[in-house]
């Protein structure tokens, strides 16, 4: 069972900078396509980015691009996500999730196997 576990969240004031990162267990880390979600309080959890096995290819939400950049490092079987410029509106708990099946850069929760736990992440105005 693959597991996931996000870290680096916690209270930042508007303007300030976050990095999430998550942690996969298992060896096949380097096949998954990997994705940020969030979810806000009474919201539908939507798509951050996401980004390709080899870490070549990203996509990034129309919301956040400009200020969050998606990354990963193989060899530590690690995802990241570089958050700048944040807003109130960035307030959510963040998850991480792994496509087993590399069906493509999903926006869609379906087009992910395993999820992580997620990291709370708080803007202040």
């Known amino acids: 069972q693959v597991q996931l576990m996000e870290s680096g969240g916690g209270v930042v004031q508007a303007g300030g900078s976050l990095r999430l990162s998550c942690a996969v267990s298992?060896?096949?880390?380097?096949?998954?396509?990997m994705a940020w979600f969030r979810q806000a309080p009474a919201q539908e959890r939507e798509f951050v980015a996401a980004i390709s096995d080899n870490g070549v290819v990203t996509n990034v939400a129309g919301s956040v691009k400009g200020r969050f950049t998606i990354s990963r490092d193989n060899d530590k079987n690690a995802l990241y996500l570089q958050m700048n410029s944040l807003k109130p509106e960035d307030t959510a708990v963040y998850y991480c999730?792994?496509?087993?099946?590399?069906?493509?850069?999903?926006?869609?929760?379906?087009?992910?196997?395993?999820w992580g736990q997620g990291t709370q992440v708080t803007v202040s105005s």
């Open positions: 298992g060896r096949a880390f380097s096949r998954y396509i």
């Open positions: 999730a792994a496509d087993s099946q590399r069906r493509g850069l999903a926006l869609s929760q379906s087009g992910y196997d395993y």
